[in-house]
């Protein structure tokens, strides 16, 4: 079931984010651009949804980080770029949160940071830093979702690779969610781990079942 706030309601949080992370701009066009970006047709699960649940998850968590306002910036950026048939979105959204932070005048050693936390949304590794283990564990939070709304998430998922033949599409979503099931841990942190990883993995060996 979805219980996040309309992303309306959390957008001036950017605001602040953006004036502690040092930008010199008020940075309203970019999020009203960002907005429109997690607005887009194509998109069903990395909607203005999931972003709202992320940044409504994150303020239940910012006492957990070590720099709030960069990974509250990552997590604005994570999906900014969202095309699926492409690989390379992380990459492209991360870019996106640079060039935005720099020419805001933002200092670059920020900049750079949160291009990293972008990055860490791959999910390709484990992230070794902690603010990029709670933003990575933010993300997934969807995994350890009620019942509910992790069967809308996986049709969500599944509207978005719509294109995709159903045999094809259930061989490398089951490819996907066993490599989030065959970890050791889910979840990185342990207030996620203690929250969610439980129910994470029993949503998981249903959908793979």
């Known amino acids: 079931m979805n219980t996040a706030p ?3 309601a959390l957008k001036p949080l950017f605001a602040t984010v953006w004036h502690d992370a040092g930008a010199r ?6 999020c ?17 949804q999931h972003l709202a649940e992320c940044l409504q998850g994150f303020e239940a968590v910012r006492h957990l980080a070590q ?20 690989h390379d979105n992380e990459a492209q959204s991360a870019a996106w949160a640079r060039q935005a932070l720099t020419t805001a005048g933002v200092q ?5 940071r949160v291009y990293e936390l972008v990055m860490a949304t791959r999910h390709t590794s484990v992230p070794a830093a ?14 350890g979702a009620d019942a509910q709304r992790f069967a809308q998430y996986e049709q969500q998922i599944r509207e978005e690779y719509a294109f995709v033949p159903e045999e094809v599409f259930r061989t490398k979503r089951k490819e996907v969610l066993q ?11 342990d207030h996620f781990h ?16």
């Open 67 to 86: 720099r709030p306002a960069e990974v509250a910036l990552a997590l604005w950026f994570h999906d900014a770029v969202y095309d699926v048939q492409r």
């Open 6 to 8: 309309s992303l309306a």
């Open 32 to 48: 009203d651009a960002l907005s429109a970006a997690y607005s887009e047709p194509h998109r069903h699960y990395h909607s203005t």
């Open 130 to 143: 902690g603010d990029a283990q709670l933003l990575a564990d933010i993300d997934l939070s969807i995994l």
């Open 25 to 30: 701009t008020d940075g309203t066009v970019l």
């Open 108 to 112: 670059a050693e920020v900049a750079e």
């Open 194 to 209: 203690a929250a969610l990883e439980t129910r994470a993995r029993a949503n998981l060996a249903r959908a793979v079942a």
């Open 179 to 189: 490599s989030f099931a065959d970890r050791p841990r889910i979840y990185n942190t």
